[in-house]
């Protein structure tokens, strides 16, 4: 537990190695986020509040990089976390210094949000995209917040240009395959949910693979967010390009 404590203590310095390790996920050697000098990284990477509203609750969350464009990455969380953990561990500032729109969002009940009772969750992840003027993204979904994904993924994957779950919660709740490229994350210490149940997740996707995480427990990118950014960058950047 002490090492992940000082994640949060020292989050700049977690992103500027992340930055570094990023620079080798370019494919075809292009200049990659790592390879950036501190000048020339965009003055929008820093990420700034939000506030939406969705099915008539206000939902808070925070936001970096081009605010204009309609595609781009949205970050859910876990249910011992919010938004602000990917502030905390750099998330949103790496992907928003390679120019790509990130946001967060407190779910319904979480963190700012205001609770949404019984609220479907295919409508609650249709408004926050419609809010937020997204009309295709990447979203991760560790945890918990697989339950809002999961569902939306079967029925709207033309909103979607790729999942990454991270260990997610109802993998039960979609019984067929999802057309949807998808990366799945998961710590090897695992111990809400066992791992075995990632290749499995991986081969109902289209396409999809596996990323373990050896000696990593269940919030996986706490354990190891220099592998996590590496993995989740090079993912959303070929998610995106197709």
């Known amino acids: 537990m002490g090492p992940r404590r000082r994640l949060f203590r020292t989050p700049r310095a ?7 390790a990023l620079s080798a996920c370019q494919p075809g050697g292009d200049e990659g986020p790592g390879e950036a000098s501190a000048g020339s990284v965009p003055a929008n990477s820093s990420p700034h509040p939000i506030e939406l509203s969705v099915l008539g609750a ?12 309609s595609e781009g990455v949205l970050l ?4 011992r976390f919010s938004a602000a953990t990917w502030a905390e561990l750099g998330t949103l500032e790496v992907l928003a210094a ?18 949404l009772r019984d609220a479907d969750p295919v409508a609650v992840l249709t408004g926050i995209l419609d809010e937020l003027a997204l009309g295709r993204a990447v979203v991760l979904a560790p945890s918990m917040s697989g339950c809002t994904l999961l569902p939306f993924a079967a029925v709207r994957s033309e909103r979607l240009a790729g999942i990454c779950l991270v260990a997610p919660a109802c993998t039960d709740a979609v019984t067929g395959p999802l057309e949807v490229p998808g990366l799945v994350l998961w710590g090897e210490e695992d111990r809400v949910f066992p791992v075995a149940g990632a290749a499995e997740l991986a081969a109902r996707l289209r396409p999809g693979r596996v ?6 427990g269940h919030p996986c990118y706490l354990d190891d967010p220099e592998r996590f950014h590496t993995v989740l960058y090079a993912f959303v950047t070929e998610a995106l390009e197709r």
């Open 14 to 20: 977690t992103v500027l190695t992340a930055l570094v």
């Open 58 to 69: 206000r939902l808070v969350g925070l936001e970096a990089g081009p605010a204009s464009d």
């Open 76 to 79: 859910l969380h876990g249910a």
């Open 98 to 115: 390679a120019d790509l729109r990130v946001v967060a969002i407190d779910l319904p009940g979480y963190g700012g949000s205001e609770p």
């Open 211 to 216: 990323e373990l995480f050896a000696g990593a």
